[in-house]
């Protein structure tokens, strides 16, 4: 899936809800809870390789590191990933993403019905999404992929602090 793509649903997973008071999560899967530490994260995934996502060399202090960390061999309802990222801000777990081959999209659906109840309703994209609290969790079939995103009000502070210092940055170049 191009990068772009990747890209606009996760925005469009961060309009659909501000930057909430930091909600807990209803959404458990696999053990994996939005707000959770990366320790008691790599307890739950000890494969997991984790670093330092790219940082801008002109951010300032008011934008804290982001972590990023993969789980080889990530499954969900059986059916493996083929990547998967886990985002820590402040080390809290803020959202994650697991991609599937589009003929696994149905499958995960159900198994996620099962365990959530029914979605939402049908968004604006091709897919479905359930809310619990301030965390959206979204299933999103591409064309080529089913995507799984998992969204919370931790990245989204996150973003608008990044947008934040840009327009700041940006106004200060005028």
């Not at 969204?151 to 940006?170: A, N, P, V, Y």
Request: overall charge positive; some cysteine.
């Amino acid at each position: 899936m191009k990068k772009c793509t990747l890209n606009l649903y996760i925005a469009a997973g961060l309009a659909f809800f501000g930057g909430a008071a930091h909600a807990d999560s209803g959404f458990e899967i696999k053990g994996l809870k939005i707000g959770m530490s990366e320790a008691e994260f790599k307890k739950i995934n000890p494969s997991a390789k984790c670093a330092l996502s790219a940082r801008d060399p002109s951010w300032d202090k008011t934008v804290k590191d982001r972590r990023t960390c993969s789980v080889p061999g990530f499954t969900l309802a059986t059916k493996k990933a083929q990547s998967s990222q886990f985002l820590f801000f402040e080390d809290k777990l803020g959202s994650w993403n697991a991609s599937f081959y589009e003929f696994y999209g149905k499958d995960l659906q159900g198994a996620l019905t099962e365990k959530f109840g029914a979605p939402l309703m049908e968004p604006r994209f091709p897919g479905v999404s359930w809310k619990s609290g301030s965390t959206l969790m979204q299933l999103v079939f591409t064309g080529s992929s089913a995507l799984l995103v998992v969204q919370s009000d931790i990245s989204t502070d996150w973003g608008l602090k990044l947008q934040e210092f840009k327009l700041r940055k940006g106004k200060a170049d005028l």
